[in-house]
């Protein structure tokens, strides 16, 4: 089972925390790295409607990727 630890590390892969704004808010903001992770709803921005879509949907995680420039 893929765990929220090895979605980080392949995010953080893709996306060095290093390479962040002071201001970016990058890793993980709130769960446990351990939790399997069955589900993920993808997003360019966390907003109410987001969130509340991902629950609907069962998302095990939500995953907010930056826009690419």
């Known amino acids: 089972m893929i765990t ?16 962040a704004e002071e201001w970016d808010r990058v890793g993980l903001i ?18 109410d409607a987001v969130v509340d879509h991902a629950i609907d949907q069962r998302a095990v995680m939500l995953l907010v990727l930056p826009p690419r420039v």
């Not at 929220?4 to 996306?15: C, K, N, P």
């Not at 709130?30 to 907003?47: K, Q």
């Open 30 to 47: 709130c769960g446990d790295p351990s939790a399997n992770v069955s589900r993920v709803a993808v997003a360019l921005e966390a907003t």
């Open 4 to 19: 929220v630890a090895d979605i980080r590390q392949t995010m953080d892969a893709a996306f060095p925390p290093a390479l």
